[in-house]
Every structure is written in C-alpha cells, then in structure tokens.
C-alpha cells in the first residue's frame, strides 16, 4: 500500500520526518518495502522564464526560445511545445539532467542546426503526470533559477507491507492511528459530519441476501457536475498508485484508500428499478470495469436491479452502471460484505481488485454511516449536488468482543514487563476500551483480536520490540542430546554425498505446469484450486519435471555439463484418495561427461551406466543394503527402455530408478542429447534396528591376509551380471567378502546366446590361512551357485 506523507500529516498531526516513520511503522509491524521521493530526481531542473520565442528557420513546428534563469545570461533552447511563448514561466531541463521519464540525459546539440542548451518540460516527461501536449505553465512569480525540486517541496511517498491480519491498516487513517499509539503524533478526528437529506431516497435499496450482504445502505444525489477532481485530490491517488479517472470515482477510491472504506457510486440514469444485494441466479453474467464478462454462480452476492447484475460485490463494479462525465445523478453505495464469501467469489473468478483485498480481509462494518458521510460532503463539496435521505436495509455485525486480560501476561507471554498505566494508554490509542477489572473491548475495526494473546501483542509491538530483552533458553547439564530425526540425518548425509561427488544442489519448485507433471504422473495428480499461477496449479509427483526445466535453462545459456541434484518432497494420491507425501531425490546428468581433449578425442556424453553410479553411491549413503539390491527393468515410460533399471529389494520394493531418458520425455521438455536421470525413494529404504544404527563400527584389519581367485562363466546372454554376482557372494558368507566382474566376453569361443562373465572373488581366512582343501571346498560352492542360474566354469 502506497501514500505520500502530506496525505499522513492531514490525518496525523506530526512534525517527524520520512525517515522517522518509516523506522517508526516497521517496529510497529508495518514493514516498509521503500520510501520514494519524486522530487529527489528533479534537483537539476530549473525554473525558468521564457523571454522570446522565434520561429526555427529549418522547421516549421520547433520554436527558438530565449530562456532567463534569473542569472543575467539567456540561454537558447530549441522546442516544439505548442504553447511555448514570451513570458511563459516553465521548468528548464539542463545538459547533465537525466528526465525521469525515460531515463534520458539531456546534452548541449544541435537541431535542425540551431543550438539548444536543454528542454523545457512537459509533466509527462518529468514523471508527474500524463500531460504532454505543452510544457509546464508555472505562476509568473515562480522564483527563477529556483531548483524545480525545492520549489515543488518534498513529498515522499511510503510504500508499506499489510500483512493479512491488519485490515484496519488498509487505509491512510488505520496506519495513522497505529502511529499516533505509538507517540508520532496526534491523530486528527474524521472530518464527517453527518449529510441531512432534504428529499425522500426516490430508489429502494434492499438486501436479500443477508448472509453474503448483512447490510446495504444507499443515497442519491442529484444535480452534481462530474469532472476532473481537483489537485490535491488527484496527488493523494497518483502517490498511491492510482490513476485519477473523474471527480466521482476519484471520491470514491480516495475514501476507499484512505480510510479503508470501499463504496460504489452508480449512474442513476442507468439504473432501472430497486437496487439489491442479491444472489445470482442461474446463467447470468457480468460485464465488469475492467471489460471482462464474468460467469456468476449461484451463491456469488451481486448488486442488481430490474435489468440484471450490475455488480460482483464487493469485488468490481459493472461496466454499464459506472459514472461518465454526463453523469447528473448517483446512487451511492456503502455496504458490507461477508469476507469468507468475498474471498471465495473472488477466487473462483480469478478476479482481484483493492476492493476485494479490503473486503475479504473485513472491513470496519461501523463504518458504514461514517463513510457515506465523507463520501455525501466530499461530492457536494467538489461535484455539487442536493443529497436525499440514506436508506439502511439490514444490520451490520457491530457487536464488539469482549476479553479477559490480565496485564502480566505481558512479562509472561511477551518478555516485558509494562505498567498498567502504560498498557491502559496503548490500548485506548488504538480504539480498545478495558474497563476497571481489565475486561477489554476490542474495536470493530480489529477483527483479527481473539484472545488475550493478541492484545499483548499490540501492547508490546507498541511499547517496542526492541525493549525485549535477549533472553536464552535453559539448557540442561551436560551433552546436548540431537534434535534431529533420522531422516534429518539421512538428508543431510545425501546432501554432503552429493555435493561431494559433483552434484550441484537444486531448489524447485513444488508446483509444476500439468503438462509437465502428467509425464511422471503414475496416477491421478493433485491440482490446487486457488494456484499462485495456471502455470503453477500441480502439485508435482516427482522431482525430475523441476530439475530437467532448470537443467533446460543451464544448456539455453551455455552451460557445457549439468550435474543437478534436489532433496524434497514428491505429492501422490493415496488409497482413497488421500494425499501422500514422499521424501525424494533426484539427480540429472546432461551434457558433457567429459570434455574433448587431445587424449580421448570427443567429448563423451553421459550414459545409464554413469545414472547407476550415482544411484549405488546414494543409497549405500542412504544406508540401503546395496550388495543386496537386484537390477531389475520397468523403470517406467519416461525412461529409454533399452539403457533404464531399477533397484529392488526383493522382486517388489523399488529404491531406486535410473537410467536415460526416453527420446519423447526428453522432447517434450526440449532437452535434446542424452539425460541421464536417478531417482531414489527414500521412504522405502529400510530403516536400520537399534540405537546408534548409523555409527561407523569399531575397525579392526584382519590378522590374514585376504585371497584372490578368478572365476569365468559361461552364462546366458540374458542373465544380469548382478544376479551372478549376488550368487557368488552368498556362496560362502563366511569366507566370501567381495565379488567384482571384471570382464563381459562375447565372441570367438563362446556359444551363440551365451556369454563370459570373470568374477574376481575376494576370500578373508579368519583364524587360519587357507590349505589346498579349504580353497577347493569354497571353489566348488561357487561353482555349484553359478550352476544354479544356468553358469558353467570355462576350462
């Protein structure tokens, strides 16, 4: 929300300065995102006179002026304004000044061949407004030579951060009042008098939908000239980031953005019958300001008349109804809505406006006399006009909480200890009334204050979280015992493998583009109602979409090899329908494995083989037993079906899947090489037993030294080089401790349909070194497990 300071002094009777403020509101809560100062970038602008103005003898629409900067010495400056002319008094652009509209800086040149010193301004070129078709007109007494800065004065511009529960900060008047608390001031009182009418109101004005709308109040006013709004008026909209449109609707939006008060005025000639808040009815639409047609559903609140909808409520008028600069007649409207039932329709038309984020947040529904007054005085005043009688169709919800507070709550809850007295003086600024037994009554405009916890926060945010003292936790004697979960752990251990063997760590996001998510879709995918953007509205059942984007965004802009990996949370449907949330992580090689070089020629591209390193490497860090694993297929559609597996342990739980991607995954994300993908489910890893369970045990080396024997079996071609050596290794668990291939023939020699597969063996005698008997007892029992998958021993 943005305001200038002049429009917070005429609320706020205060002398601080900008700076002081804006201090001020952060420590009251109300974060300033920045505070700007227009004038700060006119300092080398001047005001200047014009003393002639002579015709360019090379163009017939640019002027030669004699500009006087009050110093003795005319400059000549070349410029096609209209309206320049002798005596005009204007602002002069001089060589060096940047004009903030575009960021230009002005130099000494030559137009047309005729020497000009700078440029007289528009106020479209100097960033305060949209006129351009002549230079700025100044009084004749402006002081020449004066900095066009210091003579506009400074009027800086806060820009503050609402956080959702503060609706009573929405308006000027909200942020004052918190100000005024805090001791920056006095706050004014609302200058609104109540507007007698002297006619009956000639429209009916009713709700009939009182739980979307509880109350409706409305008046017209007769004979007002519409038009543009006066100076003042249009500054205060421009420094919040309005654009001034017509005296009507600049009332109404300054009574809005000021006082945190939304209201509608309607042309009444373009109303037909009585005025109601209605729900819409089956079918229809609306046309709203913004040119939109909106479809309505039934339970949506709309404004209507004997035409149709007019209105969503609370949300964005209708295009049909809106005030012109024919306008004679209005209806004006204040009510108030149910903010759960604005939020909703606003969500479901995707529809956001000031008023919405007012409503829904709940405005002060004590307000609604008091604001039709300000707007009644603010049209008369400005537009002219005779007002009727106010109509007041249903009741706002005016009742005020109650709580029980005790006032040392703040020490215990808040960390301060503050006097009563103090406290009492805190809370009456802010609008609550505590009564002797310290029963506080909280202000309509507060609907955020529930609890006694939520007054201690205004108490101490107030007196100064800064006074809070540093208070450490206690802590126990002896060892600090770990806070961190096991899968904390776990994530942290991958986290440092990872990084350790290359692998750059990735933060996506969690939601994904459907289109995207649906190519790692195995079931049915999760999508939000109310997304951050369309783009954005799946929740994503894998890691991989994110990475391969951002992996698509490192090779767009030239990087050689991606090496990414991310650790986070996958999203499934569960049985029933329930969601899951699964721990994950994924890697994506692409790229260049390894560079060209004079050695090995060409640059070598990333295969399924470097995926299973990463995979094994992962999940024995994980704590998975590796040697235990099966190298399985069916790592899924996304992947290439001939150079993708997965890990298994046991024919069913699925740790791991890696492997390329398949060509039409990889085009569908407009990667185009070979991807080499991982994903591990770390949900599935089995959990190791005891305490203590991911120590490193205590390592002695073995008295003996350990054996070497070669074995080659002759095995079918289909059989996976992993089934053998799980076989091996399970031939003699108390003998065998390691099991490598080291060679995978296939040619000469060896049958059509088979291939050669050499083992090393590594064998680690215990208490005696090994005899010929041992060596060929342990020898057979390899031989015998290799025979069971189909394997014969080569001669």
Known sequence: MKFALSWLQALLDTKADARTIAEKLTSLGLEIEGVEDASAALTSFRVARVLTAEKHPQADKLQVLSVDLGDGTPLQVVCGAPNARAGLVGVLGLPGAVVPANGMELRKSAIRGVESNGMMCSTRELGLGEEHDGIIELPADAPLGTSFADYLGSDPVFDVAITPNRPDCMGVHGIARDLAAAGLGVLKPIDAAPVAGSYPCPVEVRTDDPEGCPAFYGRVIRGVKNGPSPQWLQDRLKSAGQRPISALVDITNYVMLGYGRPAHAYDLAKLNGAVIARRAREGESCLALNGKEYPLQPWMTVIADDSGVHDIAGIMGGEHSGCSDTTTDVLLEVAYFTPANIARTGQALALTSDARGRFERGVDPAFLDTGMDLLTSLILEICGGEASEVIRAGTPPTARKTLAYDPALAGNLGGIDVADSEQKRILAALGFEVSADWTVAV????????????????????????AVPSTPLPRTDGVAKPTATAAQMQERRLRRAAAARGLNEAITWSFLPTGEAEHFADGELWTLANPISEDLKTMRPSLLPGLLAATRRNLDRGTATVRLFEIGRRYLRGEGGASAEQPSLAVVLAGEAASRGWATGKAKAFDAFDAKAEALALLAEAGAPVENLQVMGE?????????????????????????????????AFDLSGPVAV?????????????????????????????????????????????????????????????????????????????????????????????DEAALKAITDKIVAAGAKLGGVLRA
Do not use: C, M
């Open 443 to 466: 202000p309509t405009w507060r609907p955020d204050v529930d609890a006694a916890p939520d007054i201690v926060e205004e108490v101490i945010r107030v007196h100064g979280l800064d």
């Open 635 to 667: 790592a899924g559609a996304q992947f290439h079906p001939g150079q993708s597996a997965t890990l298994r342990l046991g024919p069913k739980t699925v740790l791991a899947r890696f492997g390329l991607l398949h060509p039409a995954t990889a085009k």
């Open 678 to 770: 991982v994903e591990l489910f770390l949900e599935r890893i089995p959990v190791r037993k005891g305490p203590g369970s991911f120590a490193r045990p205590h390592y002695a080396p073995p008295a003996l030294q350990a054996v070497t024997r070669d074995f080659a079996f002759l095995v079918p071609t289909a059989l996976p080089a992993g089934d053998l050596l799980r076989a091996v290794r399970g031939a003699d668990k108390a003998n065998v401790v390691a099991a490598r291939v080291f060679d995978d023939f296939r040619g000469q020699g060896v049958p059509e349909g088979h291939k050669s597969l050499a083992v090393e063996v590594t064998l680690q005698p215990v208490e005696k070194s090994y």
